[in-house]
């Protein structure tokens, strides 16, 4: 067969594997772009055009009309549909809520979320209106805040209009016609018709106020609402722009997005309510003059007192609120950091470590907690006590000064206590302590808007024949500033156990004299550069000589210090570490073009992944896991280099993307893609290899972030510099390697590596396999599914007890409990003795004829002065103000300690549980939804929930009070209420089970957001370079959206409740009402006073403890998705094995030895390695290789225990490795990854986490790997900061430290996953002869890319569908030229040979 028949072939079985996918494709490119059409129609109905006055409230206006019929195809009304009725009562939602109650609703039932309270439309006014104000102030005085005033301050005008009318309606009900009542009851001869309209008057009132309030909440959750999303879409559109977040974590970017935005719609809603005080407290003032004598102001006085107090301790509370949320950020990205590396942290068994450094973090946030929760409980709890205090100061103050106190003088004013200002001091409480935590929040927010884009401005060339210029160009990128080098102190001091001795002490101050004020740090100097139109460029040198560096500066991703950018084309962008998202595979490619089966199918070929399509379970359409999980690192690299070639841009820029991969399949994407698909292209081409080299049109060469070699291969090769040294050296030691060269004549002509084999040989090996040899995660073999990530479980119905159980159990068990629940019950109920001991007080009169108040106005005979007991009422009355200051200051403390020990108790539970869990669930988690659980659900478990419980129980006792109260006054109501419950319980059943599936479909869909954010900001390179930002957004946008809808149907669906149950309550006062008309005469109006009072007071109470019930029910869904991990999670082990204890120096000689070993990833997932036998010998260095699925990483996690073996055993010096202890086991392998892990420190915290090598033997290591020039070179030496990942070292310095890291480690048994692949060819060399000459006596395994890697090793192990094909010395089996391993040879000779 030919060439081109052979080329032929190879294609028709490309095409094949992915032809059947093509019906399927159509069909969903024509919903995406339906999805996408609808989109922007509606981006452009619903754009933001400033400058259009009263124009822009014609929607809103809408909104007053009565009564407005629903909008013709609309399937769920929405709120912009709804007339002023419908609004205000909220009946909007009504069928919504039945359904829920009687199907149950899913997300997509939900009315759409208004156009005018989407992200895109929101985030321009908000922009606008930042750019205005950091125009007009600068960056240095510009405030967020200011802007965001600017943004809803007619919205909170308008709320504020309708919220001063509730407080008027409030105002009268309590201070007018309560009075008018009382006092009808004390005269005998007025008419029951005056009664009557007396009690009318009380009840219209009453229902006013409540549909009042509920209109004005509403106004404020959509404002909120509006706020949050613009505040979040703008921080995200910011990100999106930037090229590094400076001093910015991925931890505090989370917590932005998840606990900040909630602080700033927490402002919004709660914060105008602080008008209320003033206003109350004016009206209070006015009243007492009225019906009381001044010197009743005193209890006035009290109360305003009480107004610094709270401020207090709200600034107070805020405080504590941004410290703890510094330390909250720090133990986020500590957790971020964790799940990161998790695999590494289990095979070097650190998971000890790394939970004590998260439990300290946690034992200092624990402390801020305590003393926020204590300030908050306090202020919670004094809340309802000042007022009564207040009250009963007024009344002995006014009795003090000589003057008499009647029912209807005491109890409308008890009243206004208890309602009025108790509310009062509820809204200055809440939005105190809101706008002080916003203040950090946009403050936190702000930071991150005012860094700098850092995109340069790109010029075209002068000359046409140039695609990428630079002139004298000096770039520069961002340094460690001092904040985060003091962060970066702050982890190495977390990671340590509070450092004690003299070398930790020494260690300190040297890296706190790190700290500088450079913000910058050059990385490129004097760069002149050019590359042609059409023509490839290669660009090599030494590890962290600056390629990496030059292809950003070339992107415009780097910061220009001096000098030109200049560039003529789009561009195309692969990372060294390829960058992968969670999505299919396709998805993965298309990188949201539009589908071209001829483009798509010619980008898969091109880059050798049709075998691999082909081989999974869902073809193109698997799923493709967080950061590529279940893919090798040579497949996430092919990936990124179809969706680059996919792309179709002018200008392709590669860094280094066959290091992954080994020579054959390198050789293959070299001449098809490189040379092949992108012949006319211009390319940038990062390489180490130096056989692709002298294919190149160009070359440069690079050392220490300068140019200091430019021409072609052959005009090099004859100076006889720096580049032909490297490449005589290269090919010297390549001759006794075995190593391949490349010929020129080869070119895109290249055929099949396989070609000059028989055909049983291409049975084998056929163009599309990966006989690389990538090595895969422990996921390669994908898992018979085309779905990888498992759906989360979202619980259905009432919460279980057993969530309730364990909350109180991990709170101090129920005893505890029972003490908690006491305290409630004696501090509230010191508070409604002392209105009964009033009434009684009253009732009693002179002490001489009691019965005189009944049935005369005047007063004057039964002055309680004149009472022969009135010291004694007096000293009664008087010392309840102790009794409630200290039960309210006892219940606070005891609370506060149980709820903290029960979120402290919960946290630490969990993360012992999910660290202890094996790889399987982090690879098929996503990392958004963990961080979730400890970001936003131990938020709310650690400050909301205390203060629902607080204010929950707080409630029910002073309900279940008053509702004593009045039926001990008038057992008639005992009836009517009744039958009231039944109502009452039928609303809040139907509440209970929309408001608990709505908060499950908001925490839902607020995971994906945080997972999406987390991937962007580890892809911002990739995004700036295929000018993808807008589509990002888009979808950011989309997502947030979702959220948002869930959000704001969640805070509706509180107030369609709330309106009915205080409508509920206004009937109750109706009934009280009625009841003391009819039992005139017979009811002292004192009693009559105390029921009346009690009924208002119900009112306000009711509903908001129905809805804090509902609220706290809510809140427990997040200790419900904890517990469910509590209750689900699986420690990894096999527990039904006994632990035995290995002989003392284990292992001695290193010898493996495989017994029929069978693994599955799973109980129902398929068999991966099948009965799998063989030995090592001790000291030997066995080379593993494959293609990817054949099973070469399984061996490893089988090795490491990653996956418990469905059958055999793994001996190690003849002990049984199942049965002895994981940690035991782990410290005694080591293991060097592909892709390389550093953590957030200091250089010699990544080398010596534990502290237990001095300084030379860290400095002889960091020798043998060659960096420790590099190291000395870097400010800090071993104290130098390793940031994020080591983002601030190239791959290849990562790669050396994690040898070194194992070097230092001096294991009997050695992994490396081809740990020299990102490395420049001298550095491996001396590398290489560093491991032959310091694990001489090691058991070493290595998993190759590069056939070449495993020539010189002891034998070669050949794996296939996770059998042995083949296992003997390399020359054994070269010597058969029908072994496998001859012919995967052989074709990697192809090359050469043609």
Not at 453 to 474: C, E, F, W, Y
Not at 603 to 627: C, F, R, W
Not at 751 to 758: A, E, K, R, Y
Not at 1177 to 1204: C, M, N, P, Q, Y
Request: hydrophobic share 40%; proline share 3%; with cysteine.
């Amino acid at each position: 067969m030919g060439p081109n028949g052979n080329r032929a072939g190879e294609e028709t079985e490309g095409q094949d594997a992915i032809e059947h996918l093509q019906d399927h494709e159509s069909k969903n490119t024509e919903i995406v772009e339906k999805n996408l059409n609808l989109q922007s129609i509606d981006q452009h109905l619903f754009k933001h055009v400033s400058g259009r006055g009263l124009e822009r409230y014609k929607n809103a206006a809408k909104n007053l009309i009565p009564i407005r019929r629903k909008k013709k195809g609309e399937k769920v009304r929405s709120i912009d549909s709804a007339g002023l009725f419908s609004i205000i009562s909220y009946s909007w939602v009504s069928k919504l809520m039945y359904k829920a109650y009687s199907k149950g609703i899913s997300i997509n039932e939900l009315p759409d979320v208004s156009p005018y309270d989407t992200c895109t439309h929101n985030t321009e006014r908000l922009e606008l209106l930042w750019n205005q104000e950091l125009t007009k102030m600068g960056p240095e005085k510009v405030s967020l805040g200011r802007v965001a005033w600017r943004f809803c301050r007619t919205r909170i005008l308008f709320f504020s209009i309708v919220y001063t009318g509730s407080l008027i309606c409030g105002f009268a009900t309590s201070t007018l016609f309560m009075r008018k009542l009382i006092e009808y009851v004390q005269s005998e001869r007025r008419s029951y018709t005056e009664g009557l309209k007396w009690a009318f008057l009380l009840t219209a009132t009453e229902f006013s106020r409540a549909l009042l309030l509920h209109w004005a909440w509403g106004l404020s959750y959509r404002t909120a609402l509006r706020l949050r999303s613009a505040c979040c879409a703008l921080l995200f559109k910011k990100i999106i722009r930037l090229n590094y977040l400076g001093d910015k974590s991925i931890g505090q970017v989370i917590n932005m997005f998840s606990n900040d935005s909630q602080r700033i719609y927490d402002a919004i809603v709660f914060g105008p309510m602080i008008i209320a005080g003033p206003i109350t407290t004016v009206w209070g003032v006015c009243y007492i003059l009225w019906v009381f004598s001044p010197m009743a102001l005193l209890g006035m006085i009290t109360f305003l007192l009480f107004y610094p107090v709270q401020y207090a301790i709200s600034y107070y509370t805020g405080y504590l609120r941004s410290k703890s949320v510094n330390i909250s950020d720090f133990r986020v990205r500590l957790t971020n950091e964790i799940l990161e590396c998790i695999k590494l942290i289990k095979m070097y068994a650190w998971e000890k470590r790394f939970s004590q450094d998260l439990l300290d973090v946690r034992k200092k946030e624990q402390t801020l907690l305590l003393k926020t929760a204590c300030l908050q409980c306090l202020s919670i709890c004094t809340v309802p006590t000042i007022p009564v205090i207040s009250a009963i100061i007024s009344f002995l103050a006014h009795i003090a000064a000589g003057n008499n106190i009647t029912a209807a003088q005491a109890f409308p004013l008890s009243t206004f206590f208890g309602t009025q200002i108790r509310q009062a001091l509820m809204r200055l409480r809440d939005a105190s302590q809101t706008i002080v935590e916003s203040m950090v929040a946009f403050r936190r927010l702000k930071s991150v808007l005012l860094l700098e884009d850092g995109r340069i401005l790109i010029s075209k060339p002068i000359l046409k024949s140039q695609a990428v210029a630079i002139n004298h160009g000096t770039f520069a990128c961002n340094a460690f500033d001092a904040e985060r080098e003091r962060r970066s102190h702050v982890a190495e001091k977390e990671r340590q156990n509070d450092l004690k001795d003299s070398r930790d002490k020494s260690e300190n101050e040297k890296l706190s004299t790190l700290l500088h004020d450079a913000r910058y740090i050059d990385v490129l100097s004097d760069i002149t550069f050019e590359a042609t139109k059409g023509k490839l460029i290669g660009i090599c040198g030494h590890v962290g000589s600056g390629k990496s560096s030059l292809l950003l500066a070339a992107l415009g991703q780097l910061r220009i210090v001096e000098g030109q950018v200049m560039r003529d084309g789009s561009c195309a962008y692969v990372s060294q570490q390829a960058w992968i998202i969670n999505a299919t595979l396709q998805e993965n490619i298309l990188f949201g073009a539009q589908f071209d089966h001829s483009r798509y199918f010619k980008a898969i070929y091109a880059s050798n992944l049709s075998q691999d399509i082909a081989e999974m379970p869902g073809g193109d359409q698997t799923e493709i896991g967080e950061k590529g999980v279940n893919l090798s690192g040579g497949q996430k690299q092919r990936v990124a280099l179809a969706r680059a070639l996919y792309a179709d841009r002018d200008i392709y820029f590669l860094d280094d993307p066959l290091s992954a991969v080994d020579t054959r399949v390198g050789a293959h994407i070299f001449h098809k893609l490189i040379r092949g698909a992108l012949k006319g292209k211009t390319v940038l081409f990062v390489t180490h290899q130096v056989q692709y080299l002298n294919h190149c049109d160009d070359i440069y060469m690079m050392h220490d972030g300068r140019i200091i070699e430019h021409g072609t291969h052959d005009e090099l090769m004859k100076l006889g510099n720096e580049y032909a040294l490297m490449v005589t050296a290269i090919s010297a030691n390549d001759e006794t390697d075995f190593a391949m060269s490349m010929d020129e004549k080869i070119g895109p002509n290249l055929q099949s590596v396989d070609n000059s084999l028989p055909d049983k040989e291409n049975e084998v090996s056929s163009p599309g396999t990966d006989t690389n040899t990538d090595t895969a995660t422990e996921n390669d073999e994908i898992l018979g599914t085309p779905v990888l990530t498992i759906a989360e479980d979202l619980q259905k119905g009432t919460i279980k007890v057993d969530t309730y159980h364990s909350y109180i159990m991990a709170a101090g068990g129920y005893f505890f409990s029972c003490i908690v629940i006491l305290t409630f019950a004696i501090s509230v109920g010191s508070s409604a003795f002392s209105s009964w001991w009033l009434a009684l007080w009253i009732k009693a009169g002179n002490g001489l004829n009691t019965t005189a108040m009944h049935y005369n106005a005047t007063t004057e005979l039964n002055n309680i002065n004149d009472n022969p007991d009135f010291w004694y009422y007096q000293a009664v009355y008087s010392s309840t103000i102790g009794l409630m200051l200290f039960t309210s200051l006892l219940r606070s403390l005891v609370l506060t300690r149980a709820t903290l020990k029960a979120s402290t108790t919960i946290h630490n539970d969990l993360f012992q549980k999910i660290i202890q869990c094996p790889m399987r669930f982090f690879d098929t988690t996503p990392t958004g939804r963990i961080q979730h659980l400890f970001s936003r659900d131990m938020d709310e478990v650690d400050n909301k929930l205390p203060i629902s419980l607080t204010s929950l129980m707080q409630n029910l006792f002073v309900i279940f009070f008053a509702i004593l109260v009045i039926c001990l006054v008038l057992p008639w109501f005992i009836l009517p209420v009744c039958i009231l419950a039944i109502v009452y319980y039928f609303v809040s059943k139907v509440f209970r089970v929309a408001a608990r599936d709505l908060k499950r479909m908001e925490n839902k869909s607020r995971a994906p957001i945080i997972s999406y954010v987390t991937a962007t900001v580890q892809g911002l390179s990739t995004i700036h370079a295929f000018e993808k930002e807008t589509e990002f957004l888009t979808k950011f946008n989309c997502m947030f959206d979702e959220n948002s809808q869930c959000m704001f149907m969640c805070s509706i669906a509180m107030r369609w409740l709330a309106v009915r149950v205080d409508c509920l309550s206004a009937t109750v006062i109706a009934i009280t009402a009625f009841l003391v008309i009819t039992l005139q005469g017979e009811l002292p109006p004192a009693l009559a006073g105390l029921a009346l009072s009690y009924a208002a007071h119900i009112s306000g109470v009711f509903q908001y403890t129905i809805r804090l019930a509902s609220e706290t029910e809510v809140k427990f869904i997040s200790v419900e998705r904890i517990n469910h991990y509590l209750r689900t999670l699986v420690g990894e082990g096999n527990i039904s094995q006994r632990i035995l204890q290995p002989p003392s120096g284990w292992p001695v000689a290193a010898s493996i030895k495989f017994q029929n070993v069978s693994m599955a990833y799973g109980e129902e997932a398929p068999i991966i390695l099948k009965n799998v036998s063989f030995n090592v010998d001790a000291g030997e260095k066995i080379g593993i290789v494959g293609r990817t699925g054949s099973g070469k990483s399984s061996l490893t996690a089988a090795l490491f225990r990653l996956v418990e073996l469905t059958e055999g055993k793994i001996e190690i010096d003849n002990v049984n490795i199942s049965e002895i202890n994981l940690g035991q086991l782990r410290t005694k392998l080591s293991i060097i990854p592909q892709d390389p892990i550093l953590f957030n420190g200091s250089i010699r915290s990544n080398l010596d986490p534990f502290k237990r090598y001095t300084d030379s033997e860290i400095w002889l290591a960091l020798e043998k790997t060659k960096l420790k020039n590099r190291v000395q070179s870097i400010n800090g030496h071993l104290d130098a900061s390793v940031g994020y990942g080591g983002d601030n070292l190239s791959v290849g310095e990562r790669q050396l430290l994690c040898l070194s890291r194992a070097l230092l480690r001096e294991s009997k048994i050695l992994v490396m996953d081809e740990a020299t692949a990102a490395v420049d060819p001298e550095t491996e060399i001396a590398v290489q002869t560093t491991i032959q000459q310091e694990f001489s006596f090691c058991t070493i395994l290595i998993i190759a890319h590069r056939l070449q890697t495993v020539l010189l090793l002891d034998r070669v192990l050949v794996m296939n569908s996770g059998k042995i094909l083949e296992f003997d010395k390399p020359y054994n089996l070269l010597k058969d030229p029908n072994s496998e391993f001859s012919k995967m040879i052989a074709g990697a000779n192809t090359v050469e040979n043609k």
